[in-house]
């Protein structure tokens, strides 16, 4: 059972991976692979042949329980997510972008990159990066016209959103579970990866700065609304973009206040801003008034990435109840020993599956350690200090968590919604970006290494 399921995982990562030379939308390769390693798992046989008789109802009873409770916090995820592609599609569709593109006067290439990685860095740690990642994507739109260029800003989006949202413990939903397990605070996490998270965004930004040269030319549709006539008027854009961000902004508050999950202040935000919309265009036509409600926007959402998003999740979420990424997690204690280099490659791994049962896996292997239990550790007590609040390990393995899936377009919530909004071919990141991303990951690390070994 356990090859069996590995063996269709990888066999669908593949297909994800060479979506364009098979020609199958990455969203079915994730769909059947998390419906096939879930049927194998609940099957629970060795081997094809005896399926049926090694199926029994409790064990079935077990898997269903299992798969549900996951299914649940993906849910939460997605729910977030349509929440907040809905309110970026609805800012974008009363051209509310426009409020940040007229004050970004450069064309210039280089001048571009650096604004593009240093907004989308600091707004991911204020909302989260999957947010910020939709909406600089959609900012993206607005100021460069060539697709295959834009890529190479949604690249640096994608490494700016995960440097950004590590050093925050509401900027990544391992970071916010970290934080919630009183495995680190806020304040130590901002403090300690601070400089090594803006190190992994620099190193990538100074590389790529020697490719881009020249001007980006912007979309000629931005230079003719005078001519075809504006959607809606200076007000109307700039409340609901007011109001769009407020809402996202709104969220980590919505959730310290109530303590209610983050999708339900999304859904909160996005009730609000369908009221308003509703009410502000209710003296307009039917025509002029669809495509600026909730109702036409939805049209819009990238449906596909969802369900991808979706299934690539349930699919690892099988492999962490099937008991592979324990495995994982005792293999790099046995084999490594280090706390360094058993964060590393979790950070490593992150890129290939997601991040967040990883964390779950190393929070439930490496248990937390009390100052009671440390004091009394004896000779253990200088590997047991690096589990204890604040402690190395837990800030380190925010960091490589949170960065590390960058190294690939799939390893993170970023990178797939910015792989889904724009199109963006796997191999062309692995081949342009993944390497970027792996010296910025590996500069970072040091950087904190170097922090933590002062006296």
Not at 221 to 247: C, M, Y
Request: net charge neutral; aromatic share 10%; charged share 15%.
């Amino acid at each position: 059972m356990y090859a069996l399921m590995v063996l269709i995982f990888v066999l669908g990562y593949l297909c994800i991976a060479f979506e364009h030379p098979l020609k199958i939308d990455k969203a079915a390769s994730a769909l059947l692979t998390a419906v096939l390693t879930w049927t194998v798992l609940v099957l629970g046989a060795d081997s094809i042949l005896p399926l049926l008789e090694s199926t029994s109802a409790e064990h079935s009873r077990q898997v269903v329980g299992e798969l549900r409770h996951h299914l649940g916090e993906i849910s939460e995820i997605l729910f977030f997510l349509l929440g907040a592609m809905t309110i970026v599609e609805l800012i974008d569709a009363h051209d509310g972008f426009k409020v940040i593109t007229e004050r970004i006067r450069t064309n210039k290439r280089v001048h571009l990159l650096w604004l593009i990685g240093f907004i989308t860095f600091f707004l991911s740690a204020v909302l989260d990066n999957l947010t910020t990642t939709i909406v600089m994507v959609s900012l993206l739109r607005k100021l460069i016209d060539d697709r295959q260029e834009r890529w190479f800003y949604a690249g640096i989006v994608v490494i700016a959103a995960n440097s950004g949202g590590a050093w925050s413990p509401i900027g990544d939903v391992t970071t916010t579970m970290l934080w919630i397990g009183n495995q680190i605070s806020a304040s130590g996490i901002v403090s300690q990866l601070f400089l090594p998270s803006l190190v992994c965004l620099l190193v990538p930004l100074i590389l790529l700065s020697f490719k881009l040269k020249g001007e980006a030319v912007r979309p000629q549709s931005l230079d003719a609304d005078e001519v075809r006539g504006e959607p809606t008027t200076r007000f109307e854009r700039n409340l609901v973009f007011a109001l769009g961000l407020g809402g996202l902004l709104f969220v980590p508050v919505f959730k310290t206040l109530t303590q209610l999950p983050p999708y339900m202040g999304i859904l909160f935000s996005l009730g609000v801003l369908w009221v308003v919309t509703e009410v502000i265009h209710r003296g307009k036509n039917a025509e002029d008034r669809h495509p600026l409600s909730v109702v036409g926007v939805l049209r819009r959402i990238d449906t596909p990435s969802v369900l991808f998003f979706l299934g690539i999740l349930l699919a690892v979420s099988s492999l962490a109840s099937a008991g592979h990424l324990t495995q994982v997690a005792i293999a790099l204690k046995d084999n490594l020993g280090n706390v360094y280099a058993i964060n590393l490659a979790i950070g490593l791994l992150s890129a290939v599956v997601d991040n967040v049962p990883l964390v779950a896996g190393a929070m439930k292997m490496y248990p937390l350690v009390s100052p009671e239990t440390l004091a009394s550790a004896g000779s253990d007590a200088g590997w047991l200090g690096h589990f204890v609040v604040d402690g190395q390990f837990w800030e380190f393995l925010a960091y490589c968590a949170g960065t590390g899936g960058s190294c690939l377009i799939i390893g993170s919530a970023a990178g797939v919604a910015a792989m889904g909004m724009e199109k963006i071919n796997f191999i062309w990141y692995l081949k342009k970006i993944s390497l970027l991303a792996l010296f910025g990951y590996l500069a970072g690390a040091l950087t904190y290494i170097g922090i933590a070994s002062l006296p």
